[in-house]
């Protein structure tokens, strides 16, 4: 049978060789310090698994839900008020099953064949395969290292930015690691305005940041509501990946098209989650900023330890993700991660994973706790691997 043409536009699937690799050593007893995929290990907070189990003891929770419920909707508009002081009405709010589907199925909604879509290189790779999906084309502009590993607006071709429907930016960035400056958003809804362009801010780390600045929201930006939709993912902030909990919001016409593409595809989400989210967006913020904290620990811990036996990793800013460069004795980041497992029992992500101007670097996950870390360093200090 010949499968649709659409999927013969996604990759292989690099990740499965280090897999399998990191699965033999296991089995021979090598200790594996794991820090390839950004799943947080820190705890759910009790009341929000305790709100799913209340609501999941009530047998009408078991039916389709239909829609969003109001209280959830007023919950993330209050959030928006008091977290990042932005006032936006309910009705331009609407769930999805997590980031990765919202977007997944963002570009069916705005998106015709051969439309343009701006996107970060490297990036999160659901951008890419959102627009695939949709049978619209990327259009890449670099994060590199000259400008701060942030979108830098005038080097985008006068004619891409003509051409472009809509635009993804991701800050607190993974993979890379960046953060917002003041005026990265004011940029963006000015260069917007002028080309007739949608951003699309996935705001996953907003919680995760160690510049001193509580991370925000660039519909907080003046105009941002007119140009642009964010999506609110509540996975990281709460340790909720497994529920599948986000949000899209802002322009509403926007969120509205979405939401009629969803409501032909889905029955709405599960009652017993949307109480769980419910419970996290009311609930007290205290044990987010602790947790924020404690990723910074983690990060000093990889990036100073890594300088400290001669590896120059730079500190991120934000996010949970720390983005290495590879020793200058290896040419493919691939090869360096395959390395790093076999001699020092370390696996973290290829940067080529993320697209072309992710070759050079790795990206590690903050997920282990700063003595694991300490660990991760002496053995790789010990294996070698590091001098050429
Ligand atoms: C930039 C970014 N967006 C979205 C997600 C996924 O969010 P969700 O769990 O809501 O799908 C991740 C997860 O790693 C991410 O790094």
Redesign the pocket.
Known sequence: MEFAKRTLRFGEEIFAALNERKLALESEGRKIWNMSI?TPDFETPQAIREALCEAAMDPESWKYSLRDLPELTQAVSNYYARRYGVSISPDAIMSCY???EGCGHLALALCDEGDSVLLPDPC?PVFKAGVLMAGAEPAWYPLNKEHGFLPYLPDIPEETARKAKMMIV?LPS?PVGSVALPDTYRDLVAFAKAYDILIVH?N?YSDIIFTGTPGGSFLATPGAMDIGVEFF?L?KSFNV?GARI?FLLGRKDVVDAVRLLRSQIDFGMFIPVQKAAIAALNGPLDNVKAQCELYRQRRDALCGGARAIGWPIPDNMGSMFVWAPVPAHYERSMDFCMDLLDRAGVLCTPGSSFGPHGEGYVRFALVLPPDQIHEALASIQASGILVP
């Open positions: 950004g997590g980031t990765q999160y991701s993974n996935d996953a993912s996975s990946t986000s």
